[in-house]
């Protein structure tokens, strides 16, 4: 649950606790013991929230996307299936944010959030997209191919060590994504 929908909530509480005669104080309270849980939720959540700042090329950058486990399960063409798009993460949609104009992979690419989906490939380069709809709360289920603006083609590696929990880093040369055996190395600058 975002906290965008906590506030209209909090305000339908206050009012009903002052119209039943309590006080602004007591509704305060209420609202903060629902910040708490709602904190406790999103830390209980089987693929935990993460958010990643720092810079590229001098230029501000973040990420935020959820962080499954591999948890025993075959990731690749299977939980990710091959030639779909993906969302890039877990529940919502992952996203990006670009302080100033970037370029990906040779290809230019305005300051703003985007959301970032891939289409994995059993072989060959992974298709790396960037959607203007980047506040999707299910992820690629409301993916609109429509709104892409850019696309762009990446190289995936294998490596020997597995990793339990999909990362996405900021780090050379750009934005890295790690799952399972997988390292996507996307170039910004």
């Not at 709602?38 to 990643?52: C, F, G, I, N, Y």
Request: a negative charge; one cysteine or more; aromatic letters at 10%.
């Amino acid at each position: 649950m975002k906290k965008r929908y906590i506030f209209p909530f909090a305000m339908l509480i206050t009012m009903v606790m002052v119209a039943c005669g309590g006080s602004k104080e007591e509704s305060s309270e209420e609202m903060d013991s629902m910040e708490v849980s709602e904190s406790s939720e999103a830390e209980s959540r089987p693929s935990p929230l993460e958010v990643k700042e720092g810079q590229i090329a001098g230029k501000a950058f973040k990420v935020q996307y959820g962080s499954p486990a591999v948890k025993g399960r075959t990731v690749w063409g299977d939980l990710v299936p091959y030639n779909v798009v993906w969302r890039t993460g877990a529940n919502e949609a992952t996203f990006v944010d670009l302080s100033e104009d970037m370029t990906v992979e040779g290809q230019s690419l305005k300051a703003g959030k985007y959301s970032l989906f891939t289409i994995p490939k059993e072989s060959g380069t992974w298709t790396v997209i960037f959607n203007s709809e980047w506040d999707l709360e299910h992820g690629h289920f409301q993916y609109d191919e429509k709104q892409d603006v850019l696309r762009v083609e990446v190289t995936p590696t294998w490596e020997e060590s597995s990793q339990e929990r999909l990362a996405i880093d900021i780090e050379e040369p750009g934005l890295v994504i790690r799952w399972e055996k997988l390292k996507l190395p996307i170039s910004i600058e």
